[in-house]
């Protein structure tokens, strides 16, 4: 079902800009200070133009078509194949929140200890469901309100991480490629590839729309990773909160992680919701996106959901090569099958496709593994589409 569109050009931007400001791309960012600050600025930008420039595709289909990410989906892959990754979007999203609200928790525990972690994950998770239960035509005022909050906070954080001016001796050792720090940055926009579209279809400006939300996430998480490799480099921690908190800046830190977190992972938890609708219109969007915000709350109290390095690979490995003939089918080929029960010859593609990307991981290219892997997945399609035609 298409919905009515209601976010402004200007809106979509500054959600866009709130949900990259997190504490997992900080964190993210911390892993990139074996290259040292110059090189390792130069991975960031690399691999967020390649995780980026498939972001901004797909969203794209979603606003020009009025499409959900998995309505798009079942474009290329008919019905059940788009049930079947909405069912795989609905899980990774879930763990997402988890993994959000258990960081957020831990950062704020440590700035304000009396709440503990698990009275932190309790309040962000209420304010999460808070923000899914105004909806999408409120939610944008709310969401760009906290994003400009966040991008003044950002400039306090940059300035005390950045103070002193002099890396910390000893931890620039080479031993991160430069190719696989690209593929980790890559990773993070490519985790956003079945949740974009359910945001950029409500823009009134399709294409402005999709290139600001684009624009605005990818300048925002180059900040945020850049943050994180200065917390490395600079004052040798990869907790930005403790960072914040030996500066005095407590009430700082902890509008920044409140917010942060709730700005980011209600995207996640919303779009669980949408994905849900998608495989049954009985299940209500809204009430499963809250499900999904609960049930990650309690995960992140209960559950060990601290390493997500790999989760991130493993995304990308499922959701680059689906998005990949997305955007072929669309531009290229101009196939619909969304009124199919399923297309094998994508479905058989995506499979080659994502055991491509897992072998790939254990090859060191300089341009990271996700460009090679989407090439080659686009032109095996489009060699395909032109044999089967001619046959």
Not at 12 to 41: D, H, K, N, R
Not at 145 to 150: I, K, N, T, V
Not at 313 to 341: C, E, K, Q, W
Request: hydrophobic share 60%; glycine share 12%.
């Amino acid at each position: 079902m298409l919905q009515e569109r209601n976010l402004s050009t200007p809106t979509l931007g500054l959600v866009w800009f709130g949900a990259s400001v997190s504490l997992a791309e900080i964190l993210t960012g911390t892993f990139f200070a074996p290259l040292g600050l110059g090189l390792g600025i130069a991975a960031i930008l690399v691999g967020h133009i390649i995780g980026c420039a498939l972001f901004w595709l797909v969203s794209l289909v979603s606003a020009q078509t009025g499409a959900s990410a998995m309505q798009a989906v079942g474009r290329s892959f008919g019905r059940f194949g788009a049930d079947g990754f909405s069912a795989a979007n609905v899980l990774q999203l879930v763990g997402w929140t988890a993994i959000m609200v258990m960081s957020g928790g831990a950062a704020a525990s440590l700035l304000v200890p009396a709440l503990g972690m698990a009275g932190w994950c309790v309040v962000i998770g209420a304010l999460i469901v808070l923000w899914i239960a105004i909806g999408v035509k409120r939610m944008g005022k709310v969401q760009s309100a906290a994003a400009l909050l966040l991008f003044a906070l950002t400039f306090v954080i940059s300035a005390t991480v950045f103070g002193s001016g002099v890396p910390i001796p000893g931890i620039e050792d080479g031993s991160l490629s430069f190719g696989a720090a690209v593929e980790l940055a890559a990773a993070m926009p490519l985790s956003w590839l079945p949740v974009a579209g359910d945001y950029t279809r409500e823009a009134t400006n399709p294409k402005a729309g999709t290139a600001l939300a684009t624009l605005a996430y990818g300048i925002g998480s180059c900040w945020m990773f850049v943050i994180g490799l200065g917390c490395a480099l600079f004052a040798g921690s990869d907790d930005v909160a403790v960072v914040l908190a030996q500066a005095g800046l407590g009430v700082v830190g902890i509008l920044v992680v409140v917010f942060s977190t709730v700005t980011t992972t209600f995207l996640d938890a919303q779009s669980a919701g949408v994905s849900a609708n998608a495989i049954s219109e009985k299940l209500d969007a809204r009430i499963c996106g809250i499900a999904a915000a609960v049930i990650g709350t309690l995960l992140a109290i209960f559950a060990p959901v601290g390493n997500f390095e790999e989760f991130l690979y493993l995304i990308g490995s499922v959701f680059a090569p689906m998005a990949t003939i997305v955007v072929v089918d669309y531009f290229v080929l101009h196939r619909d099958n969304a009124d199919s029960p399923i297309d094998w010859r994508n479905a058989a593609l995506w499979l080659a496709g994502f055991i491509l990307y897992r072998f790939s991981l254990g090859w060191d290219i300089p341009c990271g593994n996700t460009l090679p892997v989407m090439l080659i997945i686009a032109l095996a399609a489009i060699v395909l589409d032109k044999l089967l035609r001619k046959a």
